[in-house]
């Protein structure tokens, strides 16, 4: 059974930091897309950044590139989002999501969730000004 726990959600001030973490179960992360996502109240759900497990991809949204970074540790199965310089705009749930076996796309405003079949629950991103 796949799962996807993620971690790190927190309230802080503007100009702060946060790193995200998503924990991976139940498969393999290799060769696969895995990204972060973020909703606001009111608001759709935007692709934040995913990356390839495999390499060769990267993407980030235009309003968070320069701020935030993907990564992996491939060993443990884990996704991070180190967020810096956070504004009020970031709060939002973040949520893990994984596309096993499946190359990362990109739209104008960044990643998508083509092909994005498991999710996690979300953690909680609250900026304060």
């Known amino acids: 059974q796949v799962q996807l726990e993620e971690s790190g959600g927190d309230s802080v001030q503007a100009g702060g930091s946060l790193r995200l973490s998503c924990a991976a179960s139940?498969?393999?992360?290799?060769?696969?897309?895995m990204g972060w996502f973020r909703q606001a109240p009111g608001k759709e759900r935007e692709g934040v950044a995913a990356?390839?497990?495999?390499?060769?991809?990267?993407y980030y949204a235009d309003s968070v590139n320069g701020r935030f970074t993907i990564s992996q540790d491939a060993i443990k199965n884990i996704l991070y989002l180190q967020m810096n310089s956070l504004k009020p705009e970031d709060t939002a749930m973040y949520y893990c999501?994984?596309?096993?076996?499946?190359?990362?796309?990109?739209?104008?405003?960044?990643?998508?969730?083509?092909?994005?079949?498991?999710w996690g629950n979300g953690t909680l991103v609250t900026i304060s000004s």
């Open positions: 990356m390839h497990t495999g390499g060769g991809q990267i």
């Open positions: 139940g498969y393999t992360t290799r060769n696969s897309c």
């Open positions: 999501a994984a596309a096993p076996l499946r190359s990362c796309t990109a739209g104008a405003g960044g990643p998508t969730s083509v092909g994005m079949d498991y």
